[in-house]
């Protein structure tokens, strides 16, 4: 399953956007689902305690000025994600310090503090979480 947007907490309603026109660093695939920030005006993978920018939408094969498709993360939205790791004994709703895995497709369940994902309902069964970022486009801290 990997990451996806599915809401936002305002009560004025979620509002998609896509970024379709910054190129992904050349050599780097964009991969639907992961996580990404941007390093030098380029969509670069984002990992364990990076802000997240934005969720692939479209996968595209690595190459030289490839054009990245994704949709913008803001302050509020949702969003699910598998987990993996053996879920520490804190990684549970409520917990304000978790960390993605090191490639940015998933939240580790492993790693519950210096990370910026807040987890808002965690489902066992799935291997699933909700969350939000407090570090992401338009949030820095």
């Known amino acids: ?48 305690t990076d802000r997240i920018y934005a969720i692939c939408v479209k996968a595209a094969s690595a190459g030289t000025d490839v054009l990245g498709v994704m949709e913008i993360v803001k302050a509020g939205d949702i969003i699910r994600s598998t987990y993996t790791g053996t879920a520490d004994a804190a990684f549970v709703s409520g917990l304000e310090a978790g960390v993605l895995d090191a490639n940015g497709d998933n939240v580790d369940a492993a790693t519950v503090t210096g990370g910026h994902i807040v987890i808002l309902a965690k489902d066992t069964v799935d291997a699933t979480v909700d969350f939000i970022t407090t570090k992401n486009f338009t949030q820095a801290d």
Do not use: F
């Open 1 to 48: 399953m990997s990451m996806k947007v599915i809401g936002n907490m305002s009560t004025i309603g979620y509002k998609c956007r896509i970024i379709d026109h910054l190129y992904m660093t050349d050599s780097e695939a964009a991969v639907e689902g992961r996580a990404y920030k941007l390093s030098t005006r380029r969509w670069t993978k984002a990992a364990t």
